[in-house]
């Protein structure tokens, strides 16, 4: 099984090209669509939707990521063995989250032309490179084929999390498609804890740590835990971004109370 | 063969989420996408894609709607059993379209913890409860062992058509992509009929009734019973809703002449 | 193996009206979406995007193509058997562009009842007539028993290059998401070449013709030859059709110097 995450949009007939790549390799593959509507270039994104994601899938799925803005550059194309299966892509981060949320294991480069188009394209990794490599990662090829481990994978600044004095300086990670602001802190912090004081670039705040969006008060922020473990601000049934002035890539600081 | 359908947009990872969990029970499952692009909480055009798309699959298919704005409230996840397969998703109305046109021969809560992920999160159903009830369903499992039937599953307006002095008072379903407006006035009354007069909010018209749309004059309103059997209102090759100001919801008053 | 590519939008029910159909006569069919985002009755981008998928599918895929303004008209439903793979869909120029790519070895005009829905909507062809044409083909009906054989169909002007004293007179075909310039002319006649001359409509300029976007100096424009093997005039990491007021249909003389 490969699932596909990219930046392509589905209007363009790129993500069409790396499915025919596959089928070609291996007909009976299943192949998942995950999201193709990422912003250009926007890796932290593309990172955050495959560390949401990969926990639900089967073991041993291959998932590629094409959010590549330097395409056709030295950046190296790699692959990264993980826990819960396999992440590949270009080395500018987009694969580090999950990697670090699941576990990375081996990083590898893919130099090994064998398992490449034969002719590569420089500006369409996604098919010429990632497609196969992934197609013959899911047949069964070891990764260790595709080319030397290598220990200097890029590391981007979004996935981490700062602790001092009993507060925690993250980032905001995601706004959804219902507005509702996802940041990179994690819930293992927070047990005990039933309210949060929040700092955000435009807003100040303690809000009460629900269970569920439906508990909220109309128009009341809440906190809550959302569905990838991650630290959400919401508006029941209302667009807490919008309201907040708040975007991806924000600074946020957090303190239980 | 499971197929989704949802409010989720493609753009965040929650379609992506549920294909996992479904892949995750059984990874020889067919998933088919129905479309995930309906508008935020618009129930009633989740019900019309299902309503439409139904008759068309193979027996015994299993259609997943998430279109759940009452999530993480006392609102009840639910399983029809139709004459042609089977349809999971809230106890809000989504499914009830689908079920009156298909014929519903049963419907049971979902309240059987053995069929739901081991931890429900209360914002998404969608994953945590109906993706693998469907799952289960669609390997075998008997509608029964999920919960107990019941009949007081929500019954929406949108279904209803009045019939008085031989009209017809129905309501606009849906406008498609076309700019096509469908009401829920099906083809069975009209067998012999070659005009009919329109009333909705902003026109009142007499409009021959077509077979094609190419069968309209340039810029000439027609009406015609369209692929789903459905009576529409259109414009060949121009936007029949923007050009009378009609709406999804508007109320539409047809009689034959 | 059947791919869909349509400018039906994936909020509709169309698509998966199809699916329906597909899966209904083999249940076994594998689908693969191309796109379903063609603006609406654009046959040349229609035509683009098969063009540029089907070489890397595998051979014997059957394309399933509804760009299909004409449709209810007597436009013919055709069935193209080319040396990679077979193309269906309405006659209106919208196969022809990957026809004259891959090589049309017959054309022939579906009209054999037996391979059609029982009840054929006059609007809706891609579901009645093209689905269950491409799943027959795909179990292997042969292409003969569709209908007769024709030599007539229609060819489009955006397949056409002309050459005149060393300068080559062709048409934009696609901008890309990322706003790349897509033309119609093929990398055959530029082995050589280290820079183009290149008149749009409002621009005439000299452009180096480079092997990657990367390779361009900030801001400045380059002609490069793209994944698909036609000449595109691109800017790196910013979107050159606005920049130039370009749009898919303008004339272009491109001379090699």
């Known amino acids: ?4 995450t990219s930046d392509f949009g589905l209007k363009d007939p790129y993500v069409a090209e790396m499915k025919g790549v596959i089928l070609s390799i291996n007909s ?6 995950i999201t193709h509507d990422i912003e ?3 890796i ?3 990172a955050f939707i495959l560390a949401s994601v ?7 799925t291959v998932h590629i990521v094409v959010v590549d803005p330097g395409v056709g550059t030295n950046r190296r194309p790699i692959l990264v063995e993980s826990k819960q299966g396999f992440f590949v892509g ?5 694969l580090m989250l999950a990697a670090q949320k699941l576990g990375s294991e081996h990083i590898f480069e893919l130099n090994n032309p064998k398992f490449m188009l034969p002719k590569i394209s420089s500006t369409f990794h996604g098919r010429d490179v990632f497609a196969p490599a992934a197609t013959y990662l899911d047949v069964g090829v070891k990764p260790s084929e595709f080319g030397p481990e290598i220990n200097n994978a890029i590391n981007p600044e979004f996935v981490k999390v700062e602790k001092t004095n ?3 300086i993250g980032e905001v990670l995601y706004i959804d498609g219902f507005g509702n602001i996802i940041t990179n802190i994690s819930q293992n912090e927070f ?8 700092k955000l670039p435009n807003i100040s705040v303690t809000l009460s740590l629900k269970k569920t969006y439906a508990e909220a008060k109309s128009q009341e922020p809440i906190a809550l835990f959302g569905s990838h473990g991650f630290l959400e601000i919401a508006l029941d049934q209302d667009n807490a971004a919008e309201k907040f002035h708040v975007t991806a890539g924000d600074k946020i600081q957090v303190t239980p109370v």
């Open 90 to 94: 270009p080395d500018n981060g987009v």
């Open 1 to 4: 099984m490969i699932t596909l």
């Open 191 to 198: 047990a005990e804890t039933k309210a949060v004081k929040v």
């Open 28 to 33: 009976k593959t299943m192949i998942v669509d």
């Open 166 to 168: 009993g507060s925690f």
């Open 54 to 60: 990969a926990p639900y899938f089967p073991k041993g």
């Open 44 to 46: 932290r994104t593309g």
């Open 40 to 42: 250009k270039f926007d």
